[in-house]
């Protein structure tokens, strides 16, 4: 795959210019004469390390993720064939990570390798749950079915990633208002008052020597306040690259107060989740616990994992690990134990993935309401503290002059 810059007219003689990925400089001209404009200039872009795109994190969106599985499925189902199909989102797709790999794909499908194998090749576009299922899909003769369900199973995770951003953001936007707001009276206007303080030629109340001592502080040391967040940002990526110490990180994260319960229920939610989809697509047990653990994205869920997985090589019930963690609740357990019992495991963990997708939801709803009020006292209380010790002095200074 390369990467071309064009320079065209559309259908109406509006000028036109861009960048594209394409297999060919001729693919590329015929993709664009597709979408109605006629190219007058066309030369590949040679990468270089200014020009390179450099992602963090995952480099497709899972709102992304989600369209190009809808629409596989909808192409297959109306009878395109899987190289066309991939040939098409390729070209129609938002995200540039994923159209290149689309497009990598197309070449290693025409070439006569299965859909999986030529997925396999981008992992970081395409995740392990996505390879499990198309390869079983593949073997099955189901593949539309099983991109359904892994659009499915991608929105509900979408969904509940998106209500925890949007009730964490709230209070951590808060905070930093809150800080900036502390931050300005400290630096900018309890100095103007020290000044006046030290004419009284009296000691101080505690309250008032406190905020001044803070005061100074900031002054001098203000660039704390960023390094800090940075400073705790890279112990975090640090500690979470170690094993052994991201076991202890997740650790502490599940024992946070509010905060805590909600991340297990959510994570809860998506194993749940993605063990039902992969017994679903008869991905069998063992090696469904193996990718499961990998997206669990927990090193304490991922360690009660592979206890499981260790239980059942001995011919052990599943559940036995889980029962005896303090991670999965009783519901759960029982659940998973009842599954196994009848047979019907891959409906039992959808119904637990269903109950804690609800819980996650009214426990953000809640986790909404109740944060805007503390964070309004919290940040009435720092003020609070400043006025006050600003107001003691000059109150005892007025009662001494009468």
């Known amino acids: 795959m390369a990467q071309f810059r064009y320079v065209g007219r559309d259908a ?18 015929v993709d664009l004469r597709g979408k109605g404009i006629a190219v007058s200039e066309i030369h590949e872009i040679q990468e270089t390390l200014l020009n390179k795109e450099i992602t963090i994190g995952n480099p497709v969106k899972l709102q992304d993720f989600v369209i190009y599985l809808r629409q596989f499925s909808t192409l297959l189902l109306a009878g395109v064939t899987v190289v066309e199909a991939t040939k098409i989102l390729a070209s129609q797709t938002q995200s540039k ?3 290149k790999a689309l497009f990598q794909v197309e070449e290693d499908l025409r070439s006569g390798k299965p859909l999986s194998e030529a997925a396999q090749k981008h992992k970081k576009i395409f995740p392990p749950m996505f390879i499990h299922l198309v ?4 073997i099955s003769g189901n593949l539309e079915e099983v991109l359904d369900r892994l659009a499915v199973y991608f929105e509900k995770q979408h969904y509940s990633i998106q209500k925890i951003k949007s009730a964490l953001t709230y209070p951590i936007v808060i905070l930093f208002v809150a800080m900036g707001a502390v931050a300005f009276l400290l630096t900018n206007v309890v100095p103007t008052f020290a000044t006046m303080f030290e004419g009284f030629g009296a000691e101080l109340p505690k309250i008032t020597q406190f905020v001044l001592g803070v ?9 704390s306040l960023f390094l800090l967040p940075i400073a705790l940002v890279s112990s975090y ?3 979470n690259k170690k094993s ?12 946070l107060p509010i905060f805590g319960k909600l991340l297990q229920k959510a994570t809860i939610a998506r194993i749940m989740r993605t063990l039902s989809s992969l017994f679903k697509s008869s991905v069998p047990i063992l090696q469904a616990l193996i ?13 009660v994992l592979r206890e499981s997985r260790a239980s059942l090589e001995r011919g052990q019930p599943l559940s036995d690990p889980m029962r005896n963690h303090w991670i999965f609740p009783p519901i759960v357990t029982q659940m998973v134990a009842i599954g196994e019992k009848s047979g ?15 819980e996650v939801e009214s426990a953000t709803d809640a986790l909404k309401s109740l944060i805007e009020p503390l964070m309004i006292v919290l940040l009435a209380a720092i003020v609070g503290v400043i006025v006050l010790a600003i107001m003691v002095p000059m109150f005892e200074v007025f009662n001494h002059v009468q």
């Open 344 to 358: 019907s495991l891959d409906l039992m963990l959808a119904k637990v993935a269903d109950f804690y997708d609800k």
């Open 97 to 99: 990570a994923l159209k």
């Open 135 to 138: 390869q079983a899909g593949e």
């Open 244 to 255: 052994y110490s991201k076991y202890y990180l997740d650790y502490v994260i599940l024992k």
């Open 215 to 223: 005061s100074a502080w900031m002054q001098t040391f203000w660039w």
């Open 291 to 303: 990718i499961v653990e990998k997206v669990s994205g927990n090193e304490v869920i991922a360690k």
């Open 12 to 29: 109406k003689g509006k000028p036109r210019k861009g960048k594209m990925i394409s297999s060919s400089k001729r693919e590329a001209i």
């Open 237 to 239: 990526i640090l500690l």
